[in-house]
T-cell receptor, first 110, second 114 residues
Framework: DAGITQSPRYKITETGRQVTLMCHQT?????MFWYRQDLGHGLRLIYYSAAADITDKGEVPDGYVVSRSKTENFPLTLESATRSQTSVYFCASSGSYEQYFGPGTRLTVT | AQSVTQLDSQVPVFEEAPVELRCNYSSSVSVYLFWYVQYPNQGLQLLLKYLSGSTLVESINGFEAEFNKSQTSFHLRKPSVHISDTAEYFC????????????FGTGTRLTIIP
């Protein structure tokens, strides 16, 4: 299917575990982004990538790691999950001025 | 640095009444402005955008927003709302050089009262 997909859609994990959220886009967009959505904060940028093997920090990068070995994939890893990372995570891609968002992953850290 | 302020976290409106969702931004450089809509349990969809040209921009489902540079605002309006407009609306700003990071407001939850 064309577009941008995220997996899993829902995830429950325990404090201290490593979790990887996947993001895949079929448009060959050069830019990709990871946001987290929390009540009262809107969406905040975690990391972004301008191309394969080029990544940079956003507003709230602590506790997260990203990689981008292929243009179409941009996984986000929580190395040691904490309760404060309970959130809804959105991936987005952009080919120009407009960002296209995935359906989100709801992550709960217990 | 850029910032976006959406002062109204929740806006209840009767069906078929008009609505205005307010958005103000701050930036030291020229900006592009966006409104995104998030329906329940879904991702964000672009509703409309201002890049250049006419300061009044419209969406396909009857929303419009006007870029006001002097007041640094980009308020969203609709003359008559429907139940299907129930959603959360996010205002966002970016720089003008393409593929730039978006800075979002905290969102406004629009609830339509039958």
């Amino acid at each position: 299917d064309a577009g941008i997909t995220q997996s899993p859609r829902y995830k429950i994990t325990e404090t201290g575990r490593q979790v990887t959220l996947m993001c895949h886009q079929t448009w060959s967009h050069s830019y990709m982004f990871w946001y987290r959505q929390d009540l009262g904060h809107g969406l905040r940028l975690i990391y972004y990538s301008a191309a394969a093997d080029i990544t940079d920090k956003g507003e709230v990068p602590d506790g997260y790691v990203v990689s981008r070995s292929k243009t179409e994939n941009f996984p986000l890893t929580l190395e040691s999950a904490t309760r404060s990372q309970t959130s809804v995570y959105f991936c987005a891609s952009s080919g120009s001025y407009e960002q296209y968002f995935g359906p989100g992953t709801r992550l709960t850290v217990t | 640095a850029q910032s976006v302020t959406q002062l109204d976290s929740q806006v209840p409106v009767f069906e078929e009444a008009p609505v205005e969702l307010r958005c103000n931004y701050s930036s030291s450089v020229s900006v592009y402005l966006f409104w995104y809509v998030q329906y329940p349990n879904q991702g964000l969809q672009l509703l409309l955008k201002y890049l250049s040209g006419s300061t009044l921009v419209e969406s396909i489902n009857g929303f419009e927003a006007e870029f006001n540079k002097s007041q640094t605002s980009f308020h969203l309006r609709k003359p008559s709302v429907h139940i299907s407009d129930t959603a959360e609306y996010f205002c966002a700003v970016s720089g003008i050089f393409g593929n730039e990071k978006l800075t979002f407001g905290t969102g406004t939850r629009l609830t339509i009262i039958p």
